[in-house]
């Protein structure tokens, strides 16, 4: 076991100075690997040494347990990455989950939101706020999440140096350490200035206090220096409460697929929708091409004589 758990770590250090892999990723490769460490000690057995035989099984054994399509391919991926990093190491000769295939996933269309619901989300984060200072930096907190598509854990993090200056776009590091630029709408360039002019302030009052000045545009009190992506799916949840909105179909996420689904609406190319999400691979944005679907079934709808001919018929 003691072997097992030490293999997954050089694995995990690999992986984060090699492959500059996210907090995020690394985290979760060390839960899956750690499950299946757990599962080979209970059975006398190391992971390294498995079997194409073991692996199945263990897949067959989380089946049983009832675990979702979805988590069973993340744990396979999990361990098909562990023994190709074997093979480089030179432990193994061979990669035993080379030719297994996890049970094909079902790819979900996101949740998404409309227009009119984005609307009244961006309007209630700028009004329920406790006092002036909430409700600057909550307008800024949502119109800059729509207006570029970032991932809550880039917003949250994102250095106040990189916003100064009334920047007509900014550059948003995001998984691997990957940079990128994306845009801002005036009404997101508005809302970050007004935030800044009040965040400087009660910075500067901080300071003279005793503190160390943020190098956040959005700092907290807390251990990490700024708010954290908990925190913000906590508010959002409220702000869709007090909309109207059905709070299980808000998360901080929901924006990042709105602003996406929105631009292809309108027009957008998939491969500046993948730039500005920052997908490695524009397979992962293509799930959005669903809006184009709905998009062409309503221009048949709306415009072939066929279409028109039998709704007067109803």
Known sequence: MKTDLNDVALFLETKAAEAG??????AA???DLKHASFWCANRSETLRNLSRADIEAYLVD???EGLSSATRARRLSAIKQFFQFCVEEGWRKDNPSLQIRGGSKKKKLPKTLSLEEVDRLLDVAMHSGKNAAERLRDACLMQLLYATGMRVSE????PVAATRGNPAMILVKGKG???????LSTPARDALAKWIVKRDQKDELSVKSGHASSAYLFPSSGQLGHLTRHWFYGKIKLWAKTAGIDPSKISPHTIRHAF???????GADLRIIQTLLGHADVATTEIYTHVLDEKLQSLVEDHHPLAKRDKSTL
């Not at 892999?21 to 690394?26: G, R, S, V, Y």
């Not at 350490?177 to 845009?183: G, Q, T, Y």
């Not at 996406?260 to 309108?266: D, E, G, P, V, Y």
């Open 260 to 266: 996406a689904s929105h631009l292809l609406a309108n």
């Open 29 to 31: 490769y060390a839960r």
């Open 177 to 183: 350490s990957k940079e990128r630029l994306v845009p």
């Open 21 to 26: 892999a996210a907090e995020n990723t690394l």
């Open 155 to 158: 917003l949250m993090a994102l």
């Open 62 to 64: 989380l089946s049983s």
